[in-house]
């Protein structure tokens, strides 16, 4: 069974850092794309960064290039997402997701995910 815990949201004031951390446990292959989400208020769910566990192959959304990283530690099984000079339209609920996925071509923020975590908020102030 897959399940994803995510900790690391809170409140910080624009400009500045925040780091997302996810605990992804329940697969045995490298063949999985893990990425993040996140959905603000009256919004659509946006992609955010995903990467590929295999290759480390990442993609990031334009709205963030730059400023976010997205990482894995392999030996803990967590994938993280580094936030730096943000911004007040970065306020949302950020959601980890993991789904399996054949070849890192697949893995995209368009990609299917069936396994999500329960959210973790962050608010960005002027």
């Known amino acids: 069974q897959v399940q994803l815990a995510e900790s690391g949201g809170g409140s910080v004031q624009a400009g500045g850092s925040l780091r997302l951390s996810c605990a992804v446990s329940?697969?045995?292959?490298?063949?999985?794309?893990m990425g993040w989400f996140r959905q603000a208020p009256g919004k659509q769910r946006e992609g955010v960064a995903v990467?590929?566990?295999?290759?480390?192959?990442?993609v990031y959304a334009d709205s963030i290039k730059g400023r976010f990283t997205i990482s894995q530690d392999n030996a803990k099984n967590t994938v993280s997402l580094q936030m730096n000079s943000l911004k007040p339209e970065d306020t949302a609920m950020y959601y980890c997701?993991?789904?399996?996925?054949?070849?890192?071509?697949?893995?995209?923020?368009?990609?299917?995910?069936?396994?999500w975590g329960q959210g973790t908020q962050v608010t960005v102030s002027s």
């Open positions: 329940g697969y045995r292959t490298s063949s999985v794309c």
């Open positions: 997701a993991a789904n399996w996925a054949p070849a890192q071509i697949y893995c995209s923020l368009g990609y299917s995910f069936k396994n």
């Open positions: 990467i590929y566990k295999g290759s480390g192959r990442t």
